[in-house]
């Protein structure tokens, strides 16, 4: 299995859900690739963000070795599914994808849970934001792993 993660700027919830889901896939000895990136470049090659650094850190997960990267079309057959934070990520996706078949790739990342229509809240501008986003990456990922562990 190989999963992308992807937010907006690919430094806040993304590479936290990199993070969560390999450390996951890890535990379940699991050998699945995953990754993520940014529908925007803006942080193109910078580290994830210190309060996400901060946040792995807390819970025993490393993501210092990652760097941002944008979306690219090559993502959709590098790919077998494509977890969007929210619904604007998830729209953008779905914009770049140029097949039905790559379309269907595209999740919204909480619709493994039965919070299924809820996003993952950006939290750039909210130092608070941070935990919650880590607690609904942790259910998700869980989620995500039963799920396509039985596909
Ligand atoms: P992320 O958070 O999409 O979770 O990485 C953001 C990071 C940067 C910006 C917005 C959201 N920004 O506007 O630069």
């Not at 993660?5 to 993304?14: K, T």
């Not at 993070?19 to 529908?39: C, F, I, P, R």
């Not at 070795?65 to 944008?70: H, S």
């Not at 130092?127 to 039985?150: E, H, T």
């Amino acid at each position: 299995m190989r999963i992308l993660m992807v937010c907006l700027g690919n430094i806040c919830r993304s590479p936290l859900a990199e993070g969560v889901m390999k450390h996951k896939v890890k535990e379940h000895g699991l050998n699945w690739q995953v990754d993520s990136a940014g529908t925007g470049n803006w942080h193109a090659g910078d580290l994830p963000d210190k309060r996400s650094i901060a946040l792995g850190r807390k819970y025993g997960i490393d993501i210092t070795d990652q760097r941002a990267r944008q979306v690219k079309s090559s993502d959709f057959s590098e790919f077998d599914v494509i977890y969007a934070m929210d619904k604007s990520n998830l729209r953008n996706l779905q914009n770049l994808a140029t097949t039905d078949h790559d379309r269907l790739k595209v999740r919204l990342m909480m619709s493994e849970t039965n919070e299924h229509l809820q996003e993952v809240p950006d939290p750039y501008y909210d130092d608070n934001g941070f935990d919650q986003v880590y607690q609904m990456l942790n259910r998700a990922c869980d989620a995500a792993i039963n799920r396509l562990k039985n596909e």
